[in-house]
């Protein structure tokens, strides 16, 4: 516990050290969301998006950039790179468990997005008059349901890939079409129903997300699926997982 | 009183044989050398007493513990200083140091150990901006900072500049004058035969010779030379009837004597006997790169 603690320490010492990930992490989708904002025709109440207006209809897709840029990109990489330059190899000479730091990884990664939201969800309420969710609880476990979908599935990434190269090989695909089905790449009213209706179910499940933020509270097979596929991602990463 | 015994270690990666049967024990207190070709099975023999690889056959014992059964224990005891194990490019080595000696349950002063290390002005410098040799050195810092009775070193000193090499040396030599048993993996014959007190040879997964360097020399590849300019001409028959002779060559005006055994002193002693003198004198010995060449039948890679 002493040696997590300490490693959790530097670890989030390192996360703070890289400045511009950290800002793309954490202050990203909250820029998109000012430049839209600032936008007027986006502020008027729209029947395509059943009367909101753009700003709030595409809140849950911003919150997406920073889930799909943590989950399946950064720390699937940090974890590959730390693997490939031997870092968790050496870890595991010593009296502390690679896992430690894998540990830490998760923690650090859950801080950058949990901050990444807050942001969003604050800046969105007092500059735009983005209503708070409207379903506090149905938007947390939409949230860490999400979240934990995305993250065990970059595990997967870092638990398959063997080395950096790999890992981007698998990672950049899956950021892709995350951030598509989450339509960040065009709105998802834009995208054709079938497409709309596929990205419900890839994590982090932005339907659940909007359910629980603007209308009616998430559907639970919307929850459930992200669900599944966090505890088996998950499964398969505990498995498939090499320190070296 | 032997702190490492292994005994008919045999490991295999599916059908490719890494170690077919190793067999050594270490002293305490000693710099015990594993040498050997690329792919002998050096590595793989010492990640074997580190506990970091199961053996497929034979027994390791370390401190009187089981490396994978006592790794917990054993973790405290033993420092290993792994083949190419970096760290991250921001952590910086003040940072590095007291986050190992934080796992320990007595460390080393890190301060202390930075500064024994010559890396006290570089102490808040990123992993990433240190040379080559300062990385290294870090990572011999990390491998002792838990005060370790063991201290596994694998390819010391691989990529570093002469000086670098020879600083290190003299580092490990330090290591070893505070206690510490040293065990290091190298393919370079000179640092062995600078360093280490025994050297194990070990050769597609078998120790094919375990002695001192010097013992080594004398035992696989014994033949000396010498060469000298005459003040006189020399009878060859003179220097052939010496029974440390084993021929006589010469050049123009040198001789070249070659023989085995304690050839300086008879050659020396008949020229002088018969009042020549040998200018230019030179005594060529074997190195343990030549028992190294004899032994494995390949020239040590540099």
Redo the contacts between chains.
């Keep these: 516990m002493?040696?997590f603690r300490?490693?959790l320490r530097?670890e989030a010492?390192?996360y703070l050290?890289?400045l511009p990930t950290l800002l793309t992490i954490v202050g990203l989708p909250t820029m998109i969301l000012v430049v839209l904002g600032l936008i007027p025709s986006l502020r008027e109440p729209d029947p395509n998006f059943d009367g909101q207006n753009f700003v709030n209809y595409f809140a849950p897709s911003l919150l997406v950039v920073t889930l799909a840029m943590v989950g399946v990109n950064t720390m699937p990489m940090a974890l590959a790179t730390?693997r490939e330059?031997?870092?968790l190899?050496?870890l595991?000479?010593?009296?502390?468990h690679p896992g430690a730091l894998l540990a830490a990884q998760l923690v650090v990664a859950l801080a950058a997005i949990l901050a990444s939201a807050l942001l969003l969800i604050v800046v969105g309420r007092l500059a735009f008059g983005v209503p708070l969710p409207e379903h506090p609880l149905g938007f947390v476990l939409a949230f860490v349901l999400g979240t934990a979908a995305l993250l065990a599935l970059g595990l997967l990434v870092a638990a398959v890939a063997r080395t950096t190269k790999a890992a981007q090989a698998l990672a950049v695909p899956l950021f892709l079409l995350t951030m598509f089905f989450g339509g960040v790449y065009l709105p998802r009213f834009l995208l054709p129903d079938a497409v709309a209706r596929i990205g419900d179910y890839t994590p982090p499940g932005v339907q659940a997300l909007l359910d629980a933020w603007t209308g009616p509270s998430p559907q639970p097979l919307h929850l459930a699926i992200m669900a599944v596929i966090a505890v088996a991602a998950g499964a398969g990463a505990a498995k498939l997982f090499r320190w070296e | 009183m032997p702190v490492i015994e292994v005994t008919h270690l045999k490991k295999r990666y599916g059908d490719l044989v890494a170690v077919d049967d190793v067999s050594l024990t270490v002293e305490a207190g000693e710099i015990f050398g594993v040498l050997g070709p690329n792919g002998a099975g050096k590595t793989t023999t010492v990640e074997c007493v580190?506990g970091?690889r199961v053996p497929d056959g034979g027994g390791v014992s370390v401190l009187g513990l089981d490396p994978r059964r006592d790794a917990?224990q054993l973790?405290?005891r033993?420092?290993?200083q792994?083949q190419?194990?970096?760290?991250?490019d921001?952590?910086r080595v003040a940072?590095a140091l007291e986050?190992?000696a934080?796992?320990?349950?007595n460390p080393a002063d890190p301060a202390a150990l930075i500064d024994k290390l010559g890396l006290g002005e570089k102490r808040n410098t990123a992993y990433k901006k240190l040379s080559g040799g300062q990385k290294q050195r870090l990572s011999i810092a990390?491998a002792l900072v838990?005060n370790p009775e063991i201290a596994i070193l694998d390819e010391l000193t691989t990529g570093l500049d002469p000086q670098a090499r020879r600083d290190t040396w003299g580092l490990i030599e330090q290591v070893r004058d505070s206690g510490v048993t040293i065990v290091l993996v190298t393919h370079f014959m000179e640092e062995a035969e600078r360093l280490c007190d025994r050297v194990a040879v070990i050769d597609r997964g078998r120790v094919v010779a375990l002695d001192t360097p010097t013992g080594l020399v004398s035992s696989v590849a014994p033949e000396q030379r010498i060469r000298f300019r005459p003040s006189v001409p020399v009878d060859d028959r003179l220097l052939t009837d010496l029974p440390e002779v084993s021929a006589v060559q010469r050049t123009g005006s040198q001789v070249v004597v070659t023989g085995t055994g304690d050839l300086l002193h008879a050659v020396t002693s008949v020229l002088a006997r018969h009042q020549i003198i040998a200018a230019d004198l030179r005594l060529e010995q074997s190195t343990l790169d030549d028992a190294f060449v004899e032994l494995t039948g390949h020239r040590p890679v540099d």
Excluded: K
Excluded at chain 1, 92 to 96: E, F, M, Q, V, Y
Excluded at chain 2, 84 to 88: A, F, G, I, M
Excluded at chain 2, 102 to 105: A, I, L
């Design positions: 002493h040696a300490q490693i530097i010492r390192l050290r890289d730390y330059r031997g870092v190899r050496r595991a000479t010593t009296p502390a | 580190a970091l917990t973790r405290q033993v420092g290993v792994l190419e194990s970096q760290l991250p921001r952590l940072e986050l190992y934080s796992f320990y349950r990390l838990g």
